[in-house]
C-alpha cells in the first residue's frame, strides 16, 4: 500500500511541480504541458533500483512535463534504458532537481 504523503512531502512535490520540466530545459525545448512529480525507481540512497510497482520516497521526485512523463516514446515509464540514455540517470536527476531548489541534496554519502 502506497503511504499518504505528509504535509512536508506534499509542500516538496508543490515545490518540484512548480519548476519547468528538467527534459525540456535539457533539450532547449519550450514545455508545452504541466509539470508533474516523477517519482525515481531508484533507491537515492543506494541507488539501487526499487522493484516493480513500488517507488521513491515523495523527495525524490522530478519536475517532468507530461508528454517525457507519460506521452514521448522515450518516456521515463515506457522506456527508462532509452530514457536515461538520452537525459542521464535518475539519481543524477535528481541531484540536479535539488540545486534547482537551491536545497540540500538529503541523500549525499559524506
Known sequence: ????????????????KSLPCIVCEMRGEVQTSVTDCHHIHRDPGTGQPIG??????HYAT???CQKNHHWNSANVHMGSREFE??????LDLLR???ERLA??????KS
Do not use: C, F
Open 85 to 90: 540514455s538520452r537525459y542521464g540517470n535518475e
Open 62 to 64: 522530478l519536475p517532468l
Open 1 to 16: 500500500m502506497k503511504q499518504k504523503p505528509t504535509p512536508d512531502e506534499i509542500q516538496h512535490m508543490g515545490r518540484v
Open 52 to 57: 516493480g510497482s513500488q517507488r521513491a520516497s
Open 96 to 98: 540536479l532537481t535539488y
Open 103 to 108: 536545497i540540500p541534496y538529503p541523500w549525499s
